[in-house]
Every structure is written in structure tokens, then in C-alpha cells.
């Protein structure tokens, strides 16, 4: 293996570049480091300058996704040595507006999230007195696979149809309106799928299926978009049998 | 009716995907291969016109000829609006899609019908 | 190609963004993104393929000699080609779809949901059988 390898780093800094460019930056190659400590290299001994985002580097706090050699992913995860002998490619998520170098706008995200109501929706909270909502086992396994997910938005930098499709709400947003759904403790499905059964909330996904493959918790974004289609289909029928039944 | 259409339209695509996925390529290789190209002796005019007058081939001939189309549709609905990016006129493209998946239906369902 | 870069200065004290728009060839960029494409596409052979045999469903109606001619037609070389390309479009839309099928029917018996593979097995095994049926009613007369 060679000692070094060569971070080609895409730059843009908003008030001098009208578009990205790329800048080469050598750094040892070894065999302990991720990404992004070649990239906190680079921070501390080349380029101060480098603007990125990270925080826990342990796949937890999802803020380090970028592009590495144009696959999404959480550069603490990614050993630099399986891009040796280089060079490999470093940008910014794909089909996200971006702020400056490898930092992406996450508003519109955000604004996504928001819509779908990721936490529990109660018609009626109970009195404090009345003590906990409980959970048997059975009813978390139902939603845990969902509630994994860290907000990390590589799903969304793996789907073309977000790149296509403004309106479309996003691959972990909705898995994260599943997993509501699915929990036990929640009645606000009802309320959700409203907000995703419009427009394109949902049915822009066409199930490419990228998103489930670069999901770096196996969350399978992929599988609760078809479920929740599955489900407004049913309601659909449902509406239409027993026009009497619903609401 | 006032219902957005499109769970409809997702469960008719997938169903005709799922028919087509189990019963087309055997259909394709002898009817449109096999048969014509004579790799095997197909079925007689005759034995073949009783088969198909029969009740249950002309229902089981009406779906495999109707949801596959309602597949296309769907699908190439979408392949469309992804392909050339369009922002507007998807509601035109979604319009010739299904209503060519519809007059199919009717002719399909017309064509059989009448068969004698 | 143009590059677009939002107008800030309607709020000076925020940055520029950069927003890439989206190639039109998007889908040629990356293997995934074009499989999934080729995937998409076949539908144009499934939908082909149903109105090829409504058509033969109407030669049918139309008596023996109609049909015979139908018949000798689709054995023309073009005819053939075009045929064989079904075949292998639809085979692929086949494989994608009934690969795809655990994520969409969640079946559990009890707590164990059933593995991935059972379900897409128990399709291919599906279609096998729904195959043969129709190769046995077809080969019989």
C-alpha cells in the first residue's frame, strides 16, 4: 500500500465561486484512519479552510454523509484505505443545495421531516396520573427497524427521484412517519397519511431501492415507502367499499 | 371519486407486474417463439379456438391482457416525467398512459366478449 | 449546461447556494440509476407484448386462414427478433419484480417475520408451476 493518497476535494465558497471546483490534497494513507480523519488532516496541517460538517465519528450523530467517489457515505465509517491507491473523490450530498465546500443546506430536509409529524401524535393525552404508555416487546420490534434511522440524509443523496422531484417527501421521512405509524402509542397515521397520500409526497418513488442500500442503520427506507403505499392503496379500497366506514 | 386515483392506478401496476413477471415469458417463448418458428407443434386452429372461446380463458385472457397494460402505464408514466425532467405537462402524459391502458381494457374486453 | 447559482442578494447576510442542477443524462452516471432505468423500460415490452396478443385473440375470431396467416407472420425473421428481445425484457422485468417482492408482502408467523428469500422463492417457485399449467394446456392439443 502506498503511504499517501490524494483527497480530490470539491471547494465552493459562496462569495467568490459561481460554481464548485475541486482541490487535490496529499495525505498519508494509513491503515487505522477513516475519511474523515484524512479530511481532519487536511483541516489541521494543509487547509484550514476546509469546511465540513462532523461530530461523534462512531455513525451516530449523522452529520459527516458526503460523496465519497460518488457513492453517499458517512465518511467516519469508511476505511481510507479501501480507496487506495487513490485518487478518491470527496463532495458535498448530492442533491442538496450547498453552503460552502462540503457543507449542504438541510432546510429543505428539515421542512420535510416536519411535515410528517415524527412523534407521537395522541387525540387525547392521558393524565400524568394514570402513569407511562407501556410497550410489550412484541409492539417495539414493530417499529424499532425504523426508529434507527439518524437523520444522516444519505438516503436522500442516494435517490434520483429527490434530485427530480422537488415535492417528493423523501426517503428517511417517511420511514420515519412509519415508524410513528407503527407504534404502538400513536394515533396520528391518520393525519400523516394525508400529508404523503397528496401531490408527491410518496408516490414519486418509483423503488429504485438505492436508498435501503446506503442506509448505514439498515433501516430499509425502501421497504416503508411500499408499505405505506400498500396501506393508502387499502384505505383507497376501503373508501370506495365502504364509503359509509370511513373517517 | 373526489379520492386521488393514484393508490388505484400503483395497485392495478402491480398487479399486472406480478402477472406479467409469472406468466409472460412462458407465453412469449412458445406463442411468440416455439409455436411460430416451429420448435414445437403448437395446438391446432381448432383446439386452440375451443380453449379460448371457454369462460375461464376469456377472464383469464382479459386480465392478462388488461393489468399488464395498466403496468405500462404506470410505469412508463413515471419513466417519462424522470427521463426528460418534465416539470410540466405530467398530467397530459399521465392522461394518454392510463387512457391507452383503458381503451385496451375495452377492446380487450370487447374483442373477447364477441369472440366466437 | 449552465451552472445556477440562487440570487442572494434579496438577504445579503445569507450565503449563496450552490445548486447543481440535474443532468439530463442522470441515469447513465451511475449503474444503479441505469439498471433501474432499463428496469423501468421494460414495461414497454410488457405492454407490447399484451397488445400483441389481443391481436392474436382477434386473429383468432377471424377464422383459420386469418389466424394461419397471423401465425406465419410472427415467424418472420423481424417478427422473431422482436420476439426473442421480449423475451429477454420481459425475463429481466421478471427477475426485478419478484426479487423485489419481500419488501412489499411482510408476512409473519408469529413473532418471526418470514425471511426475504422465502417469500421471493415461494414467486419463482409460483411461476415455475403457473408456467408448466400453461405449457401442459398449450402442448396437449
Not at chain 1, 402513569?131 to 444522516?152: D, H, V, W
Amino acid at each position: 500500500m502506498a503511504d499517501t493518497i490524494t483527497l480530490d476535494v470539491a471547494r465552493y465558497g459562496p462569495e467568490t465561486d459561481s460554481e464548485p471546483s475541486f482541490q487535490s490534497y496529499e495525505v498519508p494513507c494509513r491503515e487505522d484512519w477513516v475519511v474523515l480523519d484524512a479530511l481532519n488532516y487536511v483541516k489541521d496541517q494543509l487547509d484550514g479552510s476546509l469546511t465540513y460538517r462532523w461530530s461523534c465519528r462512531m455513525g451516530v450523530c449523522g452529520s459527516c454523509g458526503m460523496m465519497v467517489d460518488g457513492q453517499p457515505k458517512l465518511t467516519c465509517a469508511v476505511p481510507l484505505s479501501d480507496y487506495a491507491p487513490g485518487p478518491v473523490r470527496i463532495e458535498p450530498l448530492q442533491f442538496f443545495p450547498v453552503v460552502r465546500d462540503l457543507v449542504v443546506d438541510i432546510n429543505d430536509f428539515l421542512e420535510k421531516l416536519r411535515k410528517v409529524q415524527p412523534w407521537i401524535v395522541r387525540d387525547e393525552e392521558k393524565p400524568i396520573a394514570e402513569g407511562e404508555y407501556r410497550q410489550t416487546p412484541a409492539q417495539l420490534e414493530a417499529y424499532k427497524q425504523f426508529s434507527m434511522c439518524i437523520n444522516c440524509m444519505l438516503c436522500y443523496a442516494a435517490c434520483p427521484v429527490v434530485g427530480l422531484e422537488e415535492e417528493f417527501t423523501g426517503p428517511a421521512a417517511i420511514a420515519l412517519a412509519q415508524r410513528y405509524n407503527l407504534d404502538s402509542r400513536d394515533q396520528g397515521a391518520a393525519q400523516r397519511m394525508e400529508t404523503l397520500d397528496e401531490h408527491d409526497g410518496m408516490w414519486g418513488c418509483t423503488f429504485v431501492g438505492e436508498c435501503t442500500k446506503v442506509c448505514p442503520k439498515n433501516v430499509d427506507p425502501a421497504g416503508a415507502i411500499q408499505l405505506y403505499k400498500v396501506a393508502s392503496a387499502t384505505n383507497w379500497f376501503k373508501s370506495m367499499l365502504l364509503p359509509w366506514g370511513s373517517k | 371519486m373526489a379520492r386521488n386515483p393514484t393508490p388505484l392506478m400503483w395497485t392495478l401496476f402491480g398487479a399486472g407486474g406480478m402477472l406479467s413477471a409469472l406468466l409472460f415469458p412462458i407465453h412469449i417463448f412458445l406463442l411468440g417463439l416455439a409455436f411460430p418458428l416451429g420448435w414445437l407443434e403448437g395446438p391446432s386452429y381448432e383446439s386452440l379456438h375451443a380453449l379460448v372461446t371457454h369462460p375461464i380463458t376469456r377472464l383469464y385472457l382479459f386480465a392478462f391482457i388488461s393489468l399488464p397494460l395498466f403496468h405500462w402505464a404506470h410505469r412508463f408514466r413515471y419513466t417519462i416525467n424522470d427521463l426528460f425532467q418534465l416539470k410540466q405537462g405530467t398530467g397530459i402524459v399521465a392522461g394518454i398512459c392510463y387512457g391507452a391502458a383503458l381503451v385496451g381494457t375495452f377492446t380487450a374486453a370487447y374483442t373477447l366478449w364477441t369472440l366466437s | 449546461m449552465g451552472f445556477e447559482v440562487s440570487d442572494g442578494t434579496h438577504d445579503a447576510g445569507r450565503p449563496r447556494l450552490y445548486r447543481r442542477p440535474m443532468p439530463l443524462g442522470w441515469w447513465l452516471q451511475n449503474g444503479a440509476y441505469f439498471r433501474f432505468v432499463v428496469r423501468e423500460l421494460t414495461c414497454v415490452f410488457v405492454g407490447l407484448f399484451a397488445v400483441l396478443s389481443l391481436w392474436q385473440v382477434r386473429a383468432l375470431g377471424q377464422g383459420a386462414e386469418e389466424y394461419a396467416r397471423f401465425v406465419e407472420r410472427l415467424g418472420a425473421p423481424a417478427f422473431a427478433a422482436l420476439s426473442g428481445v421480449t423475451l429477454v425484457a420481459v425475463l429481466y422485468h421478471a427477475v426485478t419484480f419478484l426479487n423485489l417482492t419481500p419488501t412489499i408482502v411482510v408476512i409473519r408467523i408469529g413473532q418471526q417475520r418470514v425471511p426475504g428469500w422465502a417469500i421471493a422463492g415461494a414467486h419463482y417457485a409460483a411461476a415455475v408451476v403457473l408456467s408448466g399449467v400453461v405449457a401442459w394446456i398449450l402442448l396437449q392439443g
